[in-house]
């Protein structure tokens, strides 16, 4: 499985962003995909996530009500959206894959694929 991320870029505090990931994998259906970023300095942590069947979706309390998560297993395809950005965003956001019954969503060693990630830089 082989995970692209894509649409970060440099956008001012208060603005908005549309991530997305492109998979390359047989039975995209059948994965659970998960959102993580790594900003400098820090940890990865846990961003967001949504099961394989689209019922259920995952949030980090930190960013709650600013993101919504997508799929459209048609497209193999993931989308992050992120509004009302802040500095403290500033991250690589990373997407990925786990083909796994039994998930902690948050728990980076659940996903089995990573993305390479994509930028996002929030000036004030």
């Known amino acids: 499985v082989q995970l692209q991320a894509s649409g970060g870029g440099l956008v001012q505090a208060g603005g908005s962003l549309r991530l997305s990931c492109t998979a390359s994998a047989r039975f995209f259906s059948r994965y659970g995909m998960g959102w993580f970023r790594r900003s400098p300095g820090k940890e990865r942590e846990f961003v967001s996530a949504i099961s394989w069947n689209v019922e259920h979706t995952y949030y980090t309390p930190s960013m709650r009500g600013r993101l919504t998560i997508s799929r459209d297993n048609a497209k193999n395809m993931v989308d992050l959206e992120i509004k009302s950005l802040k500095p403290e965003d500033t991250a690589v956001y990373f997407c990925?894959?786990?083909?796994?019954?039994?998930?902690?969503?948050?728990?980076?060693?659940?996903?089995?694929?990573w993305g390479q990630g994509t930028q996002v830089t929030v000036s004030s």
């Open positions: 990925a894959a786990t083909p796994r019954a039994v998930v902690t969503w948050d728990d980076p060693l659940s996903y089995d694929y």
